[in-house]
């Protein structure tokens, strides 16, 4: 099955898949996908119960990946025998069970608030791409969520939703329907407001989007206007190309900046 058929299996279990991300856990080794001839990758069912193991994995336990690496390549040497079935059938029992998660914080304090000596834990981190893809950037349109929906998916309430729409950071279309993108914005706002940051704290992170969007549009336009066979299709190409290397190039700055900010 193509890469696109994968995502279709996996996004009602793991909704934040993207085909970056399964293309970087190809990358570290964790799954080995076929190539066809001309060098389209081609993905067999024990390729998505592989890709169901490693997410599971890091969702549910937070296991790094190369412990999780280490975990597939005793399977594959036959030295364990765990699959994937089992290993959901675990993560579930345990998001069920309050108690067996009590005992297990016990026993692994250093990935809870807390440790033996009662002091607190250093704050989980969230863990974001280094970079993006342009296939990350491609639209789906096919994706239509009522506002039911978006709060559902988003675990957010009406009052913050309203507070993301009023500040111009989720705008709903024509007909009143949402996509993945609000979803995944509205879950982001609502971590980010986790640190104090309220909706209209996060104007200046629109601002400054409006700002690189019109500087890449300036320069996808030509192409665009082109009467080149194809040349819609490679104006919006470069729109993902040039949009990707813009949000790494971002990346890299505020890091850059926050680290001079904190004296490093």
Not at 42 to 55: G, Q
């Amino acid at each position: 099955m193509s890469i696109g058929s994968v995502l279709d299996l996996l996004r009602p279990d793991f909704p934040d898949v993207t085909i970056s991300k399964i293309r970087f856990l190809e990358a570290e080794g964790l799954i080995r996908p076929e190539r066809t001839p001309s060098g389209y990758r081609r993905f067999s069912v024990a390729d998505c119960e592989r890709l169901r193991f490693v997410l599971t994995a890091q969702r549910d336990q937070y296991l790094p990946l190369k412990v999780i690496k280490e975990q597939l390549e005793a399977i594959d040497s036959g030295a364990a025998t765990l699959g994937v079935r089992e290993a959901r059938a675990r993560a579930h029992s345990g998001r069920a069970g309050a108690s067996e998660s009590a005992v297990s914080d016990s026993e692994h304090p250093a990935t809870t608030g807390g440790n033996r000596n009662g002091a607190a834990a250093p704050r989980r981190l969230g863990v974001v791409p280094s970079e993006i893809s342009p296939d990350d950037l491609r639209f789906d349109h096919e994706i239509r969520l009522t506002r039911a929906d978006l709060l559902a998916q988003a675990d957010i309430d009406e009052t913050f939703l309203n507070d993301l729409v009023r500040a111009n950071l989720i705008t709903p279309g024509p007909a009143g329907f949402f996509d993945g993108d609000d979803v995944t914005l509205a879950r982001t706002a609502k971590a980010m407001a986790e640190f104090g940051l309220e909706a209209r704290h996060l104007r200046a992170f629109k601002l400054a989007a409006d700002r690189e969007a019109a500087l890449v549009a300036q320069i996808a336009a030509p192409i665009a206007k082109s009467r080149d066979a194809g040349a819609r299709a490679r104006a919006e190409e470069t729109v993902r190309e040039l949009a990707a290397l813009s949000l790494t190039l971002h990346t890299c700055l505020v890091k850059s900046s926050v680290r001079t900010s904190l004296g490093g």
